[in-house]
């Protein structure tokens, strides 16, 4: 009986152990609030919010939390940004980093912030955190924050601006380049780095090696065909549509603030043909082929299309490989790159909002920034920053920015990152038809499928406009 | 006598539901009531990061049920479970066999070393697979090469990248399987193979005769739990064939799906809907398969 009574105890220890835990939990979670699903954003301002976390004791040190989701930047932090940021706050102990893989960082995302167990920064980029700022889970900027983003580049105050106010801070901002294998050229004979796409492929075509059964053993230019969805839309948005002077979405005319496929005409057509014929006409590449940075660092490829922070992997894996980075080449209608960045935010919920914000405001300085810029190849956000100062010297041409360079951002919809994913997804079957090639026809019809997709998402998300 | 016995009867009930209630009254809570909730919201229009939810019958039903790709993750999903439920039992009774019969010494090192795969983590094991099986450095296409064969594009291929993915799961499951299987073989009584041997009974006849009839619950046990773990197979996909190294699409299978609906497209209605649809797959498959085994 004794024994008995003494299993019973511990049962119930258990039990109450795990009331307890859940009882704790449910504290910290965000009731949803029973409304219709096109709740203006600011309504969600309104629901209860954690309670502030009581001031330490004199003896204990804050630890401030940041999540990020690449690897080069929790070196650039804990290098250079946390030691000054302890030096100026004494009260704080220390600042945890939490990195993540892309994949578990948009999970995580999806299911924090609408808990509110969040960390006191969050590093995300453009895109990714459009539906979250619309939503109301971050704090809009501080007039501090936001006299730093007005000392940047206006693309980056459009693509954080929602409702007129200014939500986050670009900590990396990146843009897109070509990187060009020296050796290769000089060994095909060609003197000058390619200004048009066509002369990319008329040299990628020189530069490309098989075997004797036809396999390529070395790709003239490293395509992205597949892989991570928003990556291999982005690389179709950046090579395929923006140089023929189209893009993903297009503004109503009828509906302003509405939107509908940006590409379902010639452009559209001209950006899949240049994909399927740089496969199958010109085989300058192929699926099986070793692909991007490692395939440039290993030689494996001549030319690679990239943001310039690769360059440091490139001298990582490849230290030897003799390479220049060049701007992206003229389309056949334009030249055109892309200005993403990864911003930090400061989640609603967060427990140290002000310690937080004095965090953005230090990495985003213009001291942090030139030294980012100097260890990660990054680029200085800042309006009258010298671009490239503190530059590798072979990346310095591809911060030269042609005057007929036009600079695309992410627009800040709610459909966007869904559009990216799901075309993402597509994509790579469309390429691997080899049907396609001198099939207009064919190619037209899968554009127009994809284009229906497009709309059909904006008009989920109640942002069509015809 | 009779009364104290009923009387000790009593306590022992009481004891019993004094212990297993707590357990039934956690489990409802952990397992029960998401799966209700799940259940309720399939019904509605709820989106992962919005406030606010619709009720919308059976659209989110209509909608998982007409999506060509739901269709390509369960095609997926269906190849990936029936190949790896098959070899991963046959190979886990095949190896529980050999370390049952063998009499050599080490044996119990390879009982460790068949069991290790089932406690490496997932995502680093798929990783050296797929560094095994890239087209143009991995082992595999360079034995193949060395034989006089092609080397085969193994990642990026949807139709061929099923492979890799059954072996990948076949290798960390059938060791566990294996161990299972060996605890039941162990369990089998050595008398009733002495009689089998006095009448002249070969090996075959005994495993026929004797070991499986003997085995089938465990054999059912071991199916059921390894078709439930394959049906769910997510991260050695997603491993094999994500990445910005990789070429094709990513191997969708039907919790790729769910995730996907609910983590990147932010719509926990088809989410949970495809989830819905995943479960009654489940309870239909371990029902069919309990059927058919018990009817055997």
Known sequence: ???????????????????????????????????????????????????PAPAPAKSEKITLTLWNSSQTMVDWYNASVIPEFLKQNPDVGKVDILYMPIQDFTKKLAVVLPAGDVPDIMEIEDSWATPYVTAGYFDKNTPELDNIL?????????????????????????????????????????????????????????MTKTDENGKITRSGFSMRLGGNPSGTCQ????LGLLPNGVDIYEESKKTPGKYHCGFDNEGGYAALKLYIDMLYKYKVDDFASMKDTAAFAKEKTAINMREASSSNSIIAQGPNVNWISAPMPKGAKQRATFLISLNLYVPKDGKHKDLARKFIALATSREMQA????????????????KTEGLDPRLVPSFQTPSDMHVYTVPVQNSYDQIQTKIGELLPNIFAKKELLDNPEGIKQEIHNLAKIVNDVYKENDEYGE | MNRLGSKRNRQDTIFCLSIVIPIMVMFAVIRFIPILQTFGISFMKKSMIKPGQKFIWLDNYKYVLTDTEFYRSLSNTFFIALFSVTFSVLLGLFLASVVNNANIVGMSFCQTLLFLPVIVSMVPSTLMWKLLFDYNYGFINQVIELLGGKGVDWINNESIVRWPIVIVGVWKEMGYN????????????????????????????????????????????VCVMSLIKFIKVFTQAIVMTSGSQSSGNIFKTLVYYIYQQGFQLHSMGRSSAASMVLLIIIFLLTWLQMKVQKKD
């Open chain 1, 150 to 206: 007005s000392q940047m580049l206006p693309e980056f105050q459009g693509n954080l601006t929602y409702n007129g106010k200014h939500y986050g801070v670009p900590v990396a901002p990146f843009h897109e380049l070509f990187f060009y294998n020296l050796d290769m050229m000089k060994e095909a004979g060609i003197t000058a780095i390619p200004d048009t796409m066509d002369e990319v492929i008329q040299d990628a075509i020189k």
């Open chain 1, 235 to 238: 690389k179709f948005w950046v």
């Open chain 1, 1 to 51: 009986m004794k024994k008995r009574l003494i299993v019973s105890l511990m049962v119930l220890a258990v039990l109450f152990g795990f009331v307890f835990c859940s009882k704790k939990t449910q504290t910290t979670a965000t009731p949803v609030a029973p409304q219709s699903s096109a709740v203006p954003a600011q309504k969600v301002a309104e629901k209860p919010v954690a309670a």
């Open chain 2, 178 to 221: 294996m161990m299972i299987f060996y605890v039941g073989l162990k369990a089998i009584p050595r008398d009733m193979y002495e009689s089998a041997n006095l009448d002249g009974a070969n090996k075959g006849q005994k495993m026929l005769y004797i070991t499986l009839p003997l085995l089938r619950p465990i054999t059912l046990f």
């Open chain 1, 371 to 386: 030294i980012q810029v100097k260890e990660r190849a990054g680029y200085n956000p800042y309006k009258d920053a010298n």
